[in-house]
């Protein structure tokens, strides 16, 4: 029952974490990406002026 | 347009520090370790009572993350300013991350202390409402390209939402009591407090951490937007 | 008087609406069959057991009620888009709420005509029998109906406009009405059944706050949704 349980508690404290740092993953690629857009779609501005 | 273009560069937002990310989950990993520590195995619950530290401060931090929408929606609407809409669209995103989070955790929790990965009980079904009504904001968000509509829709689908959530907390409890005793979380050991406190408030600066960081990213995604618009106006 | 003109207004757009449906048939007929057919696909899945279907008969006239509905809402303001309609019925003088408000009775009488249709064939198919109390039970389903229409009227207005209209509206719609649904099903089934509890007047007192906040709520919130 006890080992079942530590079972559980592992899973928990290792989900928050995975879901935390999954999250902290998407908000960087998330910001590479716009930043690339950003850069990109200025910069064809400038060359079509 | 030069100017234009300079004053969306210098109001480009700055990337927040990784450092700032390291020392929230640093703070994050003393608190879970301290708690864990410190925190004896409960009578019925044995160590399962650990997950409360995660589990707790996620809910709470989901009902946060959910109040700043309202809050962000009102002011929207009151003041027009786009600013508040990326809040609210921010804090609706890290917030149904938080919610989800509090689901999963609860069903690990609840599987071996009552048997069940699911039961109907008032706070868990509010929460999974909540959370689809989070995930319905965000879908709305995604499916109107006006910037302006899509502000002003998604503040009255926020509000809307935020004083739906207080009934429908209300109507399951009245539901589940007139077939059976709600399930009660055994009352809390003093013990074990402060470990909740100190979780929630490290919690709460990785919220804070991912709010920032993705209003930061909205406003470089709006920044891009116009910048495109204006290329296409400007050049064709 | 400038509450009779608007009035006049609501009135105006109601009739508007429901004269389109009548001369059509064609969308009220196809949204009330696909109503039915709901019923008949859940009798399929629940029954033959006579008392088990008797069980399910309210829930499954609810769901029925739902996911008809959400078809009904769409449909007031698709018409008005795809004719160009909307821009200028958005330019007419007087408040705005009027064309909420005109559109809110309009799927009223609309869903009313559908929920008899739904309502009688589900009271024959799952074999329910009709309780001395049943002028509560039609207001329990009033009650209800009208929560739906006011939420679903409100959503259509904006999922209508999107890019995913048919998945917007009941991803919005559904999880709002879960009040509706937990308080109707609820109260039905007490009614139904002996109510030696009275609980039916507590879900009615529900429902028709939940009635009256939704409606003070969205008559607000329209103003900044019907914006171009």
């Not at chain 2, 609706?92 to 609860?106: K, P, Y």
């Not at chain 2, 005793?181 to 055994?186: F, L, N």
């Not at chain 3, 409100?154 to 999922?159: G, I």
Request: glycine share 8%; charged share 15%; aromatic share 12%.
């Amino acid at each position: 029952m006890i080992a079942s349980n530590e079972t559980f508690v592992i899973a928990a404290y290792a989900l928050t974490w995975l879901v935390l740092l999954g999250y902290v993953w998407r908000l960087v690629s998330k910001d590479g990406r716009a930043r690339g857009d950003y850069a990109r779609v200025s910069g064809r501005g400038e060359d079509l002026r | 347009m030069p100017t234009n273009d300079r004053s969306l560069d210098s109001s480009l937002p700055r990337r927040t520090g990784i450092w700032l990310a390291f020392a929230c989950f640093a703070v994050l990993g003393a608190a879970q370790a301290y708690s864990i520590s410190n925190s004896p195995a409960e009578g019925d619950m044995g160590h399962l009572q650990k997950i409360m530290y995660v589990h707790v401060p996620a809910a709470w931090m989901t009902f946060l993350a959910f109040f700043v929408v309202l809050v962000f929606s009102v002011l929207y609407l009151w003041r027009r300013r786009e600013a508040y809409d990326l809040i609210a669209a921010s804090a609706a995103e890290v917030g149904a991350v938080f919610n989800g989070l509090t689901l999963a955790l609860g069903m690990i929790w609840g599987r071996p202390t009552w048997g069940v990965w699911w039961t109907w009980d008032a706070r868990l079904t509010s929460t999974l409402v909540l959370f689809l009504i989070f995930i319905g904001y965000l879908a709305l968000r995604g499916f109107v390209d006006d910037p302006g509509q899509r502000a002003r829709w998604s503040a009255a689908v926020g509000i809307i939402g935020a004083i739906n959530v207080p009934i429908v907390y209300m109507s399951v409890m009245w539901w589940r009591t007139l077939h059976q005793q709600p399930s009660s979380p055994s009352t809390l050991d003093p013990a074990y407090t402060l470990g909740l406190r100190l979780n929630a408030i490290a919690l709460l600066l990785v919220m804070i951490y991912f709010i920032r960081r993705r209003y930061e990213i909205a406003r470089l995604e709006r920044a891009a937007e116009q910048a495109a618009q204006m290329a296409a106006m400007g050049g064709r | 008087m400038a509450w009779r003109d608007d009035w006049r207004r609501v009135r105006a757009i109601a009739r508007k609406d429901v004269t389109t449906e009548l001369r059509a048939k064609a969308g009220f007929n196809s949204v009330a069959s696909l109503g039915v057919t709901i019923l008949i696909l859940l009798g399929l899945a629940l029954g033959p057991d006579a008392q088990a279907l008797r069980d399910a008969a309210v829930g499954a006239v609810w769901l029925a009620l739902l996911f008809s509905g959400v078809l009904a809402f769409n449909r007031s303001f698709q018409v008005e888009l795809e004719s160009g309609a909307l821009e200028p019925l958005l330019q007419y003088p007087g408040p705005r709420w009027t064309i909420f408000a005109g559109k809110l009775l309009g799927n009223l009488i609309f869903l009313t005509l559908m929920v008899t249709i739904v309502v009688a064939v589900g009271v024959v198919l799952f074999s329910v029998r009709i309780p001395s109390r049943w002028p509560t039970l039609l207001g329990v389903l009033a009650l209800g109906v009208v929560g739906l229409v006011v939420l679903g009227t409100f959503y259509a207005s904006m999922a209508s406009r999107s890019r995913a209209r048919e998945v917007l509206l009941p991803l919005l719609l559904f999880p709002m009405l879960v009040p509706v649904l937990v308080a109707a099903t609820t109260a039905s089934k007490a009614l139904l059944g002996a109510d030696l509890m009275h609980d039916a007047d507590a879900w009615i007192r529900l429902l028709a706050a939940y009635d009256v906040i939704f409606l003070i709520a969205t008559f607000l919130a329209f103003e900044h949704v019907i914006e171009a």
